[in-house]
């Protein structure tokens, strides 16, 4: 088992829809992933509302950013960040954590899983913007640390 | 002993009532490891973290989920309405107030855990007439 972490950062025109999947972090096809942290601040100043949940179903993730090694020669990590899909995914209703961000560069949450949230082979968990009534995320970073 | 956690979003503002609250199981004693929540809406708010002083009645209570899909599912769940509403606790384990700022909140953690007594439940009350919308989840081991 080796530590990995990666981030993304997306930038979109105005605001997200409300009730989307906004971005994923899956597993590889042959191993299971345990998520130790999952970062999320908002990189302009719209305030919004954020959750983290299971994906429903499989996604299919065009360009997939993979996360890299904590140590030089730990094997290339098949756990991977994306924001785009082949299907579009379906919005999880049931959320492990959730969030409000004010309208504030910078404003973000950092959750932590001291035992590890376990992903099983080619599963993901999302980062979802629930429809509370807030503006969404125009643009966002999101990071993970992961053992595999 | 597996880790679950789920989170919800209350709209109750009512100063004097819960605003949330996990339940055990009837034959299950959760320790709560975790509890976190932020305001969705700008109004300066009081909550405490307490046991409820009766044995509430859930209303479509939404069972935690497993952080490790192979574990059993969950016994435990959280909800936002009451056929039986929860009464005020005795005395709270931890208290914040928050200023009127959309996004404000805390995250308390318990490492040893904060254990719930068979079909017990551990309250998020308000103490004071509170934010229209509040996230709040809870991390528990079973």
Known sequence: MALYGGSIFQARGGTFNTSTVAADLKAGPYNATSVFEIGVFCGSGIQSSVALARATAELLQLYPSYLAAYENGDTYSSTALAQAWSVTPVFPTSHLRRTFLTGAQGVGIIWSFPRGLKLSPSNSVVLALPSSGQNQIGQYHMSAEVDE | ?142
């Open chain 2, 1 to 142: 002993m597996a880790i679950y956690s789920l989170s919800l979003n209350s709209t109750v503002t009512t100063t004097g009532a819960a605003a949330m609250d996990m339940k055990a199981s009837s034959s299950n004693q959760p320790r709560i490891m975790e509890v976190g929540l932020n305001l969705g809406a700008a109004t300066a708010s009081t909550y405490g973290i307490g046991r409820s002083g009766n044995t509430p009645t859930q209303t479509s209570p939404v069972a935690l989920q497993a952080e490790n899909p192979n574990d059993p599912a969950a016994q435990s769940g959280c909800a936002v309405a009451w056929s039986v509403a929860p009464t005020v606790p005795t005395q709270f384990f931890r208290r914040i107030a928050l200023p009127a700022t959309i996004g404000t909140g805390i995250i308390w953690t318990f490492p040893r855990g904060l254990i719930l007594a068979a079909s017990a439940s551990m309250l998020l009350w308000n103490l004071a007439t509170n934010s229209a919308s509040v996230n709040a989840w809870w991390v528990a081991d079973e």
